[in-house]
């Protein structure tokens, strides 16, 4: 995709500095790296910079040679194919925790999906089948998952799963995910009421939108990003770098007493009318 040039806007900070050792001892498994330009990338590289051991998974053997040495980059020890739907490789994914850590103290979800004939029209025409299908991928996998990530933590935890504006807000060309995302927004607050007597705290990020593979499938995407790095208060988009600090905030004892949030990174445009 196409970068969108913002010579008036204030330059991105990168946020790549050294983090402090928040997370140091922490298990933290994170879910969606499809390359480097993957928010799920920006939130591993955070952790592992902050101190936690991070276990990675990939999609197929053709997704493999994208991710495995950005899994090297942070020594994760445990690196895995991981398809949403494929009980078998999840089992055998937490499997590999409880033997390796015997533990899990972070997840992050950062997986979604729709088929093109899903998007391509109105919410309204969405086909049953691709209706279900973004269903399950992207909101019923983070229930999956956080299900079997109860189990292995036993010291509680933090849980965060990936939204965006169009949860809330009608966007153009967003389409069926629209209702798909309010729908992971809605189970993150009931997650966070049920399991937070177990201190296992649940959130979802919000952020602007960014160019990675999973935009790439959204029609007129460029224009967006080119209008809210033109609106929003910040006057610029976001960076990986940044969602990825502010999921180790999440994690930290800083955010101890925070749960059910929907915590928007986007540079302030959603408070825009």
Not at 92 to 107: Q, S, T, V
Not at 184 to 210: D, F, N, Q, T
Not at 243 to 272: K, N, Q, R, W
């Amino acid at each position: 995709m196409t970068s969108i040039p913002m010579a008036d806007a204030p330059e991105s900070p990168k946020a790549e500095g050294r983090l402090p050792p928040l997370l140091t001892g922490r298990k933290a498994l994170v879910v969606g790296v499809a390359n480097e330009h993957s928010i799920a990338w920006g939130c591993a590289a955070a952790m592992h910079r902050a101190g936690a051991d991070i276990a990675m998974t990939y999609l197929n053997e053709k997704a493999r040679p994208h991710v495995e040495p950005l899994a090297r980059q942070v020594g994760a020890p445990i690196f895995l194919p991981f398809e949403a739907r494929d009980g078998v490789q999840i089992d055998a994914l937490f499997e590999a925790i409880a033997k390796h850590w015997g533990k899990l103290d972070i997840l992050v979800h950062s997986i979604a999906f729709a088929p093109k004939e899903a998007l391509a029209g109105r919410v309204v025409d969405c086909p049953r089948d691709g209706f279900l299908t973004a269903m399950e991928i992207s909101c019923w996998s983070f229930l999956d998952l956080a299900k079997r990530a109860e189990a292995v933590m036993g010291d509680g935890g933090t849980m965060m799963t990936m939204s965006y504006l169009g949860a809330n807000q009608v966007i153009d060309n967003y389409g069926i995910m629209g209702p798909v995302k309010a729908a992971l927004e809605s189970a993150v607050r009931y997650m966070a009421a049920e399991l937070g007597p177990k201190g296992i705290r649940v959130h979802a990020v919000s952020p602007g939108p960014l160019a990675t593979r999973a935009a790439s499938g959204i029609r007129d995407f460029d224009e967006l990003m080119g209008r809210v790095a033109s609106r929003a208060p910040a006057r610029r988009l976001v960076t990986i770098e940044e969602v990825g600090a502010a999921c180790v905030f999440l994690a930290s004892p800083y955010g101890g007493a925070m749960t059910g949030e929907t915590l928007y990174i986007d540079g302030g445009y959603h408070i825009l009318g």
